[in-house]
T-cell receptor
């Protein structure tokens, strides 16, 4: 089947630390991959995406590379800020499908 | 554009009551969907629609009904509320489900409590 597995949280980092949130996927076809972010009390917002192997999505200092050989799409940021505190969701959708599949979310707290 | 709007923002129901969660989008999106978000379980798909007049079940459809009479609106009906339906509900839309490239746009959510 199709599924997304994210690293368990919560994650707590000091400001300016390096962030990695792991995401791996299983897909029956060729997926597009996404990272969404949810700030407290809000809906999900698209953070970045990649639609084919070796593509790198980037936005607001966050990056993720679509790795087909390891079925992964890990989220990274070189220097986190307090304002990055949120829940991050990895997701996929198939090019031939009509559903989106989300991971369980990883809560990030950045402390000053 | 208002994007995806949801009403109400908060709702408390008694067991057995029915209600409709409203969702509307003004982006002329084909694809609309409803998710519930529960702690430790991420987002689970309830129902989705790939166009007006077309709906289908997601992962957790029991206890919920949907209809799509217009492109803009996709209401979610709780037929007889149960405490297990206490959750945060999100509506989302996407330009097209075809090709799998379209990201989803989410509404702000409805926090539902069933007592």
């Amino acid at each position: 089947g199709n599924s997304v597995t994210q690293m368990e949280g919560p994650v707590t980092l000091s400001e300016e630390a390096f962030l990695t949130i792991n995401c791996t996927y299983t897909a029956t076809g060729y997926p597009s991959l996404f990272w969404y972010v949810q700030y407290p009390g809000e809906g999900l917002q698209l953070l970045l995406k990649a639609t084919k192997a070796d593509d790198k999505g980037s936005n607001k200092g966050f990056e993720a590379t679509y790795r087909k050989e390891t079925t992964s799409f890990h989220l990274e940021k070189g220097s986190v800020q307090v304002s990055d505190s949120a829940v991050y969701f990895c997701a996929l959708t198939l090019n031939t499908g009509n559903q989106f599949y989300f991971g369980t979310g990883t809560s990030l707290t950045v402390i000053p | 554009n208002a994007g995806v709007t949801q009403t109400p923002k908060f709702q408390v129901l008694k067991t057995g009551q029915s209600m409709t969660l409203q969702c509307a989008q003004d982006m002329n999106h084909e694809y609309m969907s409803w998710y519930r978000q529960d702690p430790g379980m991420g987002l689970r798909l309830i129902h989705y629609s790939v166009g007006a007049g077309i709906t289908d079940q997601g992962e957790v459809p029991n206890g919920y009904n949907v209809s799509r009479s217009t492109t803009e609106d996709f209401p979610l009906r709780l037929l007889s509320a149960a405490p297990s339906q206490t959750s945060v509900y999100f509506c989302a839309s996407s330009y097209s489900y075809r090709g799998g490239k379209g990201e989803q746009y989410f509404g702000p959510g409805t926090r539902l409590t069933v007592t």
